[in-house]
């Protein structure tokens, strides 16, 4: 049996030229496409869809045995959705999905081509139930809550569809795949599974693969024989958008040592090469989400996303995102702002503000020191928009436990940072932190700026690259089957090695000399 | 993680005790099961149904981590079909289907046990289409036909599993697996796909291989995570339930040669042992099922199946199933007939009726011979039962195809009939047939009478076996796999062989040395 292809071989579509059956090969029509799929995908078995094996071999008769065929594998089977004439074919589309706690991103590929059709954010419904996972998990226990929760999402993507689909011009029934990537909880509630596990001693998820459902008893309204991947977690705390960004970073194609970090109110960090992989994640606190100071907000118009200060004039420049007048500041000002004050000595290396080096600026406010970003006669509010000390302790809390959870992990095993050749900054956040910064308040280690990327929506990036890429399903079973999960233990050593980090930069100035050279003038 | 086994291993269910998850074995209880049954059953990945997903870490935590798994496994991949608590467990069943054109034979099993609940038989309601099933594949193919066929035999089996439940005092969400052993057609009309390519050239069905579908997508009404394996089919004319039947007679469990006969219209006959397998089928034409005579008819009440006619007095000994009054006869009725008229000497070596010989039982009527098997004194229909020469013809002609369709075969491999160490009969037809008389007309070869085994409904026994030994699936797979299709090729050279095997019991007379001897005297 010969089998020729004529369209690249790089995703989930491949058109397969068949020798019409005869009396000397006389195998099934199913049989003949399903071993010649076999051979081409790499998998011992396909599975073919009911609704595809009803009319197969009429279809592939009046093809003259060339058929397009839309398929997919996960954990070992293959699946053949759809198949279509080779000429005239009607599309082919799938959707990728960024499954976040507050936002949810959507990027609608052609399955042929590989290229993007649109993309499209949406706010996460469950927001009106908690806009923290943890509220929803224990609303989730609530008689009905799960199926709420579940059905919140599940709606809202079945809407999210139909709108992409209006505008693209696409019908949602040529919809085969969807590639979701969403932390663990996100991934349960997505799943309709109790996500109550996590929160309680031992801290296990229900389940750790999903492997690809039918669309169907997902109730997602895409073709009714798709697929719906949902990536896999390693952990409660190492989500599935962490497997996707690893997969669309690359770990699997180097030797050399990366690490990926997702910084938010978890530090969810990832290390390795092609041969190990160990990851950890531990609580950073709300500081880098700039969910604590009173003007702390995320990021959007208006907000402070970079701060300079002149050290010899003390004189502060500042910048918000679109140009609009300040009226907050997001977790990588808030680090800029750190950064500058230490550097021009308005704040000592304890992270105390100096009220001398910080002249008309320092406030007193019921015996807590403050400092004024913002003038009142150009805060788009109108008042003057301040910092506290408390705030400042807080983002010194976050960045101490983001330097002492890499540290820790790096220690366990048996590098240094210096052996880091590529340091992958994932989400929305890492899209606007300043590596510069974060090195000089010590939150990051002091490596040449070039080592660090930012990943940008590494979740989204990841899932997209699953649905062009066929490959990227194998490494991210490889990956999800190789990672050592590495449970921090708060024990005196880690508390050790958090005290001496929540100075600036670090207790052990050596360990960043790029900043202390600054510093000393 | 230590796994131990409390009930037995051989069949679909087992019984599996986990470690309860900790702070240092934080695998999440999904895969903390799926690790553990795929490791107890041999298989790489395991899918868990989306419904047993769902509540499955509330309930492995609420059995203490202790549960039994239902579940099956077919083309490599493993499903677990449902979990419940090893202590007070609900039952688990099963449905095996011998899917015949005439008549459908459906047996409930336990899965735990592996004991039979209950049998029952029903009427193929596709027989109002067409008794035959050349006539529904034709009725297939126009408007609407295809669906109407499907959804007769598969309303009709929810229906009888409704009255098998209730005689049973079983749920119907109770079953969970069903394996169907059909010719290729009847597997194609159950699935609701087109059979229109067995009948067409190159004769070639839709596929061979169905694996294990969801209930629900085949509308079969039982557990909705239950899944229903049909079993493969080797061509158009060498269905599942030849495979079932194979599987049954164990051809995979010895290296002595066996044969499988299955006698009707159609001769399928399969040939090997644990090492290969060749398979082919042949036309033996409508004599053998009772469909060509007069009086012929199918076994049941008052039908005779036994007929001895002592040589010397030519008195003729008959005897009808249940002792009824004698109204027809059956194929091995004719076949014990034909024996008894040639060895009395009623009928000469080229099958013709001897008139001297016959005597008063000989009539001629339109110028065809007749002998009367019943006079009309003793008939239950008040008139002789009488048998035509054209009716021996035809009975010639279909012994005649079936020894040569055997030798073609033997001759294809290259052994001799004495390497044949058991020759299985299946069918209805197989538990009638007397070998002794088969072998005086020359339909199968003079072997040792121990040699011939009646495998009674063997595609309904190879069902249950593969429902109660999980071992079996792998011996359908292999033996799927691993036969060879011979294509009789109705060429010179088998005309010539067929031409020499209609004589009594053949012009090689040599061959039949047992039959010889008794023919002299």
Redesign the interface.
């Known amino acids: 049996m010969m089998t020729s292809m004529i369209e690249n071989d790089s995703g989930w579509v491949v058109d397969i030229v068949l020798n019409p059956?005869?009396?000397q090969d006389?195998?099934?029509?199913?049989?003949r496409l399903?071993k010649a799929l076999s051979r081409k995908i790499g998998v011992?078995?396909i599975?073919?869809d009911?609704?595809v094996?009803?009319?197969?071999?009429?279809r592939l008769h009046s093809w003259d045995y060339r058929c397009r065929c839309v398929f997919f594998k996960s954990?070992?089977?293959g699946y053949l959705i759809e198949i279509m004439p080779i000429e005239n074919p009607k599309p082919a589309a799938a959707m990728a999905v960024d499954l976040g706690t507050t936002r949810v991103v959507m990027e609608m590929i052609d399955l042929v081509t590989g290229k993007s059709l649109l993309q499209s954010v949406f706010d996460n419904p469950q927001r009106e139930i908690g806009p923290d996972i943890l509220e929803r998990i224990h609303y989730a226990d609530k008689p009905g809550g799960l199926d709420h929760l579940h059905h919140l999402i599940i709606d809202a993507i079945n809407e999210e569809i139909g709108r992409i689909c209006k505008k693209a011009g696409m019908d949602r029934n040529r919809i085969f795949l969807m590639a979701v990537a969403g932390n663990t909880s996100m991934t349960h509630l997505f799943?309709?599974?109790?996500p109550?596990?996590i929160i309680r001693?031992?801290?296990?998820?229900?389940?750790?693969?999903?492997?690809a459902?039918r669309a169907e008893?997902?109730g997602i309204h895409m073709n009714r024989s798709g697929r719906v991947f949902l990536f896999p977690?390693v952990?409660s705390y190492f989500g599935g958008d962490l497997i996707a960004g690893a997969c669309f970073a690359g770990f699997q194609e180097s030797k050399d040592i990366s690490i990926l970090v997702d910084v938010g109110t978890n530090a969810e960090v990832l290390l390795g090469n092609s041969e190990w992989l160990v990851a950890c994640a531990g609580a950073a606190g709300p500081a880098l989400e700039g969910g604590v100071s009173e003007i702390g907000m995320t990021a959007g118009p208006g907000v402070i996303d970079t701060v300079f200060i002149d050290p010899a004039i003390k004189e502060f420049q500042i910048s918000t995102i679109d140009d609009q007048p300040p009226k907050g500041i997001c977790g990588s000002g808030m680090i800029d702002l750190a950064a500058a004050l230490f550097l021009s000595g308005m704040m000592d290396i304890r992270g105390r503000l100096v009220q001398d080096a910080c002249g008309e600026r320092f406030r007193n406010v019921d015996g807590i020191p403050h400092i004024v970003v913002v003038k009142e006669e150009v805060s788009a509010t109108g008042r003057a928009l301040t910092i506290s000390q408390v705030d400042i302790d807080s983002l010194i809390r976050s960045k101490a436990a983001m330097y002492t959870i890499l540290e820790t992990l790096l220690q366990y095993v048996g590098i240094r940072f210096e052996d880091i050749k590529t340091f992958y900054v994932a989400g929305t956040f890492g899209s606007f932190i300043k590596p510069r910064s974060a090195i000089s308040i010590g939150m990051i280690p002091d490596l040449p700026e070039e080592t660090y990327r930012s990943l940008g929506n590494s979740s989204l990036k990841g899932a997209v690259r699953l649905l062009t890429e066929r490959g990227t399903m194998d490494q991210v079973e490889s990956i999800r089957d190789r990672i050592t999960?590495l449970?921090l233990n708060v024990n005196q050593d880690f508390m050790n090695r958090f005290s001496a980090a929540k100075f600036f930069p670090h207790t052990d100035a050596a360990r960043f000399p790029s900043v202390s050279f600054r510093q000393q003038p």
Do not use: Q, W
Not at 26 to 31: E, I, P, S
Not at 53 to 58: A, V
């Open positions: 059956p005869s009396l006389n195998t099934a029509d199913a049989d399903k011992d078995y599975t073919v009911p609704f094996l009803k009319d197969l071999p009429i954990c070992g089977c799943a309709g599974i109790s109550r596990g001693e031992p801290y296990i998820p229900a389940a750790n693969t999903f492997g459902a008893d997902l977690n952990g999960y449970e």
